[in-house]
């Protein structure tokens, strides 16, 4: 563990260590190399650890998907097969309740409830990062979605699922198969984007899916700390990259007051 070896570790990581083999991105390089630098100074070697270079990197915001795109890609699937009716749903899950693909995998039936007898939709209840619950609602087609691919579960009973079934599960496993075998794997929801032969390579990731929601809801003025608490966010710094590419969008500050002000001299009027 020297400031030599890390250095040389990095510029192989610049030159391969992306995918397929291709250069990692700044931001990658930043973190491996920020958690080697709090290794060193652990183990006592503060003064090479003052030799790594960090490369510097401003996050910019996550590219995400347009309306048309996700229309698109909800279309892809081929509802007719077992196959299509769980990546429909397992895609507008990911596009219309911001979930991560970690969260995706690992919902079970009991994640699926109303939070109250008279509640208009139902909601899912996700743990995600740091073991917190969140409540995320499901829109109407969504359900919608979800009750067609329930329907022929392969897990299904009489009775429907148990609370503990996997909710999203591998289309070809066999209804007497081990649960543990029954979980979707990681990369089911990329297999899924890959199927919507218009999106482009970069945005067949389940990430994308998260910016759309996050950015839809920004579009429709939801406020930020309602689409932190949704999105599972530690800090609402986290929650405005992802909203970034809408701060040049919409009426300016000074046509919001104008319009503003017109509104109030319509009242004292009337």
Request: hydrophobic content about 35%; proline content about 5%.
């Given at each position: 563990?020297?400031a030599?070896a890390?250095?040389?570790?990095?510029?192989?990581?610049?030159?391969?260590?992306?995918?397929g083999?291709?250069?990692?991105?700044p931001?990658?390089r930043?973190?491996?190399?920020?958690?080697?630098?709090?290794?060193?100074?652990q183990?006592?070697?503060?003064?090479?650890?003052a030799?790594?270079?960090?490369?510097?990197?401003r996050?910019?915001?996550?590219?995400?998907?347009t309306?048309v795109?996700?229309?698109?890609?909800i279309?892809a699937?081929?509802k007719?097969?077992?196959?299509?009716?769980?990546?429909?749903a397992?895609?507008?899950?990911?596009g219309?309740?911001g979930?991560r693909?970690?969260?995706?995998r690992a919902?079970?039936?009991?994640a699926?409830r109303?939070p109250?007898?008279n509640a208009?939709?139902?909601?899912?209840?996700?743990?995600?990062?740091?073991?917190?619950e969140?409540?995320?609602?499901?829109?109407a087609a969504?359900?919608?979605?979800?009750?067609?691919?329930?329907c022929?579960?392969?897990?299904?009973g009489?009775?429907?699922l148990?609370?503990d079934?996997?909710?999203?599960?591998l289309?070809?496993?066999?209804?007497?198969?081990?649960?543990?075998d029954?979980a979707?794997?990681?990369?089911?929801a990329?297999?899924?984007?890959?199927g919507?032969?218009?999106?482009?390579?970069r945005?067949?990731?389940p990430?994308?899916?998260r910016?759309?929601?996050?950015?839809?809801l920004?579009?429709?003025?939801?406020?930020?700390?309602?689409?932190?608490?949704?999105?599972?966010?530690?800090?609402?710094?986290?929650?405005?990259?992802?909203?970034?590419e809408?701060?040049?969008?919409?009426e300016?500050?000074?046509?919001?007051?104008?319009?503003h002000?017109?509104?109030q001299?319509?009242?004292r009027?009337?």
């Amino acid at each position: 563990m020297t400031a030599d070896a890390i250095a040389a570790y990095s510029r192989e990581q610049e030159r391969h260590g992306g995918r397929g083999g291709g250069p990692a991105s700044p931001a990658t390089r930043r973190v491996h190399l920020t958690m080697l630098r709090a290794l060193l100074t652990q183990l006592g070697l503060e003064k090479d650890a003052a030799a790594v270079r960090v490369p510097s990197h401003r996050l910019g915001p996550p590219e995400t998907l347009t309306v048309v795109q996700y229309g698109n890609l909800i279309r892809a699937p081929d509802k007719r097969t077992l196959a299509g009716k769980r990546d429909h749903a397992l895609l507008r899950l990911l596009g219309d309740c911001g979930l991560r693909n970690a969260e995706l995998r690992a919902l079970a039936a009991r994640a699926i409830r109303r939070p109250r007898a008279n509640a208009t939709h139902h909601h899912l209840f996700v743990r995600g990062k740091g073991d917190v619950e969140r409540e995320i609602p499901i829109p109407a087609a969504t359900f919608a979605a979800l009750e067609t691919w329930l329907c022929v579960h392969p897990q299904r009973g009489g009775g429907g699922l148990r609370d503990d079934d996997m909710l999203l599960c591998l289309s070809r496993a066999r209804e007497t198969a081990r649960r543990r075998d029954l979980a979707a794997g990681p990369g089911e929801a990329r297999a899924s984007l890959r199927g919507c032969r218009r999106l482009p390579e970069r945005l067949a990731h389940p990430h994308a899916l998260r910016g759309y929601y996050a950015t839809t809801l920004a579009g429709e003025r939801v406020p930020i700390q309602q689409i932190k608490a949704r999105l599972g966010h530690a800090s609402i710094e986290t929650t405005a990259r992802y909203l970034a590419e809408l701060a040049g969008q919409g009426e300016g500050v000074g046509d919001v007051l104008d319009r503003h002000h017109q509104e109030q001299n319509r009242e004292r009027q009337v």
